[in-house]
């Protein structure tokens, strides 16, 4: 199994940055994509982003493309979200999730590991 913890979340000004760490332990051979999610409250949860271990291509929704970036350190099995020029509708619930797939899925059902989740709270 592959177990999976965020953490990095907070409180932050609009216009801040924040950066999430995912750090991935277990049978994390058995990875091949790893991604952020995030849940506000009343709503879906929603991609945000993914990455490949391999060759750390990388995939990002439009809500955040050009703000946020994720990333890998292989060395450490770990995945970070470095948040930009945040917005108060950035604020929700930042999951991590891991697939045994080899291509960058947005769909939640894609994922077969999920973290605990790290709040995010931007405030205007």
């Known amino acids: 199994q592959v177990q999976l913890v965020e953490s990095g979340g907070g409180l932050v000004q609009a216009g801040g940055s924040l950066r999430l760490s995912c750090a991935a332990s277990?049978?994390?051979?058995?990875?091949?994509?790893m991604a952020w999610f995030r849940q506000a409250p009343g709503k879906e949860r929603e991609f945000v982003a993914a990455i490949k271990w391999s060759g750390a291509s990388t995939y990002h929704a439009d809500s955040v493309r050009g703000r946020f970036t994720i990333s890998r350190d292989n060395a450490k099995n770990t995945v970070y979200l470095q948040m930009n020029s945040l917005k108060p509708e950035d604020t929700a619930v930042y999951y991590c999730a891991a697939t045994s797939s080899a291509v960058l899925l947005t769909g939640t059902s894609s994922y077969n590991y999920w973290g605990q989740g790290t709040q995010v709270t931007v405030s205007s």
């Open positions: 277990g049978r994390t051979f058995s990875v091949y994509v």
